[in-house]
Nanobody, 124 residues
Framework: QVQLVESGGGLVQAGGSLRLSCAAS????????MAWFRQPPGKDREFVSS????????DYADSVKGRFTISRDIAKNTVYLQMNNLKPDDTAAYYC?????????????????WGQGTQVTVSS
């Protein structure tokens, strides 16, 4: 079992930055694949980024590549999403997810563990 708690969301102007945190408990993040998804208002949930259990590989949606960076702190058992040059289209509820099965995945149903989400609002 993995429990996930996101934090760091808020209201920011376009061009600004935010760093989201996902604190995990119940299992070390070095033993799970971690990912970030988001759900814009009125739209379906979409993949944002993921990182393997080793931290050696990452994946990003084309819409955030070059602007967002996923990272982790093993000692704090926390995964981060650094978001730079934010755009109004980045407005969404952001969710952290985890799966024990190895390998990156962009498919939400492959992740059995989810946090409660944190809201990011980018004003123009």
């Amino acid at each position: 079992q993995v429990q996930l708690v996101e934090s760091g969301g808020g209201l920011v102007q376009a061009g600004g930055s935010l760093r989201l945190s996902c604190a995990a408990s119940g299992r070390s993040i070095s033993s799970v694949t971690m990912a970030w998804f988001r759900q814009p208002p009125g739209k379906d949930r979409e993949f944002v980024s993921s990182i393997t259990r080793s931290g050696a590989a990452t994946d990003y949606a084309d819409s955030v590549k070059g602007r967002f960076t996923i990272s982790r702190d093993i000692a704090k058992n926390t995964v981060y999403l650094q978001m730079n040059n934010l755009k109004p289209d980045d407005t969404a509820a952001y969710y952290c997810a985890a799966k024990i099965i190895m390998g990156l995945s962009r498919i939400g149903i492959n992740y059995p563990y989810w946090g409660q989400g944190t809201q990011v609002t980018v004003s123009s």
